[in-house]
């Protein structure tokens, strides 16, 4: 077992270091100048790897930074020079440390903070995101800086693209790979599933999906071939529109497919300001990756908010020991129902209480009052009308209620349903289910709270004349 988890272990380190090179020679295909990009793919990578995998990414990330900082060619051709190996360092560090601190601290947040809701814990990772990025630009620049002599105020004047460039890349890059990194190593995220609990109402047609992508894109592709076009600088600004399709698969499609779709259509806009030659206004479409990124993590709060009010209404129209309708529930049907009548229909309702359940409780268990309340409840459930509703009320208290049948009628069809309660079994314990009905009819202009009111006293009474009866009062 421990050979297992330490062959896991090195292949997890093996894929973030691959993984975070890869993205570093991808960020050369998006960059529209010499080292100049719309968002850096490897600080999404160094991110998501603290997110994923904690402490144990800055290991294999500050590797990939040193082989890729460090100056092999001078190194063969001049021999060991101790400025290359201390640059490298630096600039490993610059990285690793920011980001180590910024995935660390988003992940304390993400797995303590379990009890805030989804846009507060959104709004935490974007500003835990923006220091992150903030603190890994000046540290780089101040590195740069002090290793360079070609660049004088390099400091002043590039803080903010690597900043934005950075932040972007974490935005969109953080989620994907978030999604992806688990599966591929095994690794258990668990606090990142309220992010994905919503997509149990979504749809799963790829075909849909992929419609809306296609949109978006050809909304790109048209407005850089109209900034290539018209020689203005307001054309640029038409690209914030592809927030509107982004937003539309956020709210409508699966997490996993909103994540891919902010990660082609980021990308798409990050290297088509080189392809069609409009890097005058790159800090156009900078800002707007941004946007739509940060909208983006705002939208996904909408489903999520949607699914959660979704349950709660769940849990406040079905018991949830039971599966029967709640007393709420019960309540506004019943009113509906006594509002539409006629003045001559008559309702009546029945309350029923479990005789001795307290005894089966401390005797038995509260695991078996539980499980008689489930079988009774539902054997009781396959006895009602079309017409009827039962209804849980509290405890073990039963309300049923009986539309269109006098008091007379009502006193009857209780009698029927008390011989109707089960003698259940759990493994050798036997026990015979009873109950005491307290009937009462539906007076006009009484409020739901005083009828059942009626109805308990009634079933006090059948309780007090010895228990497993029917009792009425008018």
């Known amino acids: 077992m421990t050979g297992r988890i330490n062959l896991l272990r090195k292949s997890a380190y093996l894929l973030i270091f691959f993984l ?5 020679h991808a960020s050369v295909i998006l960059a529209y100048s010499e080292l100049i990009s719309l968002w850096y793919m490897p600080a999404g990578v160094s991110m998501a790897a603290f997110l994923v995998f904690g402490k144990r990414a800055f290991i294999p990330i500050f590797l990939a930074i040193w082989v890729e900082s460090f100056n092999f060619s001078a190194f063969f051709a001049h021999g060991f020079d101790p400025t290359l190996l201390a640059t490298s360092v630096l600039f490993s560090l610059a990285h690793s440390v920011p980001y180590g601190i910024g995935g660390l601290t988003t992940r304390h ?42 660049y004088t105020n390099i400091l002043e004047d590039g803080w903010f693209a690597w900043w934005l460039g950075d932040l972007i890349g974490i935005m969109v890059l953080a989620p994907f790979l978030c999604l992806f990194l688990p599966k591929l190593s095994t690794y258990k995220v668990p606090w990142i599933d309220v992010f994905y609990d919503h997509d149990r109402g979504m749809r799963r047609s790829k075909k849909q999906f992929i419609g809306k992508l296609i949109l978006a894109v050809l909304t790109i592709i048209g407005i850089f071939m109209l900034d290539r076009a018209v020689d203005h600088p307001g054309v640029a600004y038409f690209v914030f529109f592809v927030s ?26 990050a290297f088509g300001v080189g392809v069609f030659d409009v890097a005058d206004q790159a800090i156009t479409y900078q800002f707007a990756l941004y946007i739509t990124a940060a909208t983006s993590y705002f939208a996904v709060a ?18 949830t020991l039971t599966q029967l309708p709640t007393r709420w529930l019960f309540k506004t049907l ?12 008559s309702h009546c309702i029945a309350l029923y209480n479990i005789d001795n359940f307290s005894r089966i409780n401390n005797d038995c268990g509260y695991s078996v009052g539980d499980q008689v309340l489930r079988e009774s409840s539902k054997i ?17 208290n039963f309300v049923i209620f009986m539309p269109n049948l ?18 259940l079994q759990f493994d050798d314990l036997i026990l015979p289910i009873r109950g005491s009905f307290g009937v009462v009819h539906v007076q006009f202009g009484e409020s739901f709270e ?22 009425a009062i008018s």
């Open 20 to 24: 975070w090179l890869g993205a570093f």
């Open 109 to 150: 947040w993400l797995s303590h903070f379990v009890q805030k809701n989804i846009p507060t814990k959104i709004v935490g990772l974007l500003v835990i995101y923006a220091v992150s990025a903030a603190l890994a630009a000046f540290c780089g620049l101040l590195v740069w800086e002090l290793a360079t002599e070609n």
């Open 406 to 423: 006098d008091l007379d009628s009502a006193i009857q069809r209780a009698d029927e349903l008390r011989h109707q309660l089960p003698v």
């Open 244 to 269: 509107i399709p982004q937003v539309w698969i956020v709210f409508t499609e699966r997490t996993a497919y909103a994540s891919t779709s902010l990660l082609v259509i980021t990308a798409l806009i």
């Open 380 to 396: 009781m459930q396959n006895e009602m009308r079309d017409s009827e509703i039962l209804c849980r009320c509290e405890h073990d």
């Open 302 to 319: 909408v489903p999520a908010l949607v699914q959660q009010n979704s349950t709660l209404k769940e849990l406040a129209m079905l018991d």
């Open 334 to 345: 019943v009113e509906h129902v006594v509002k539409s009548s006629r003045p001559n229909q």
């Open 450 to 471: 005083q009828t059942l009111e009626r109805a308990n006293r009634a079933m006090q009474n059948a309780k007090h004349q010895g228990r497993n009866k029917v009792v």
